[in-house]
């Protein structure tokens, strides 16, 4: 059974920093991309970020681009997620999940895999 467990959330001031993470366990983590999404308060969950299985090449989404990085450490079977110039409208819920192999990256069919969330809230 694999499991997904998100940490590192909380309450942060608009220009701040945050790193989350999230523990894998229960599959092969080396061999599957892993991605990071969010869900706002009243919208819908969007794509964040995604790392190959390799940890080499990264995709973010536009609104995250050049303040948030992505990276896995293979042997920790974790995956991260380093946020920066954090905004208020970064605030939401933020999920790790599991890449499929096949697939839009961007879009959550792409995901087999979820964790429960952490709650990252930006004050103004």
């Known amino acids: 059974q694999v499991q997904l467990v998100e940490s590192g959330g909380g309450l942060v001031q608009a220009g701040g920093s945050r790193r989350l993470s999230c523990a894998a366990s229960?599959?092969?983590?080396?061999?599957?991309?892993m991605g990071w999404f969010r869900q706002a308060p009243g919208k819908e969950r969007e794509f964040v970020a995604v790392?190959?299985?390799?940890?080499?090449?990264?995709y973010y989404a536009d609104s995250v681009k050049g303040r948030f990085t992505i990276s896995r450490d293979n042997a920790k079977n974790t995956v991260y997620l380093q946020m920066n110039n954090l905004k208020p409208e970064d605030t939401a819920i933020y999920y790790c999940?599991?890449?499929?192999?096949?697939?839009?990256?961007?879009?959550?069919?792409?995901?087999?895999?979820w964790g429960q969330g952490t709650q990252v809230t930006v004050s103004s």
């Open positions: 999940a599991r890449n499929r192999g096949h697939g839009d990256y961007q879009e959550e069919v792409a995901y087999d895999y």
């Open positions: 229960g599959g092969t983590f080396s061999v599957y991309a």
């Open positions: 790392v190959t299985r390799s940890g080499v090449t990264t």
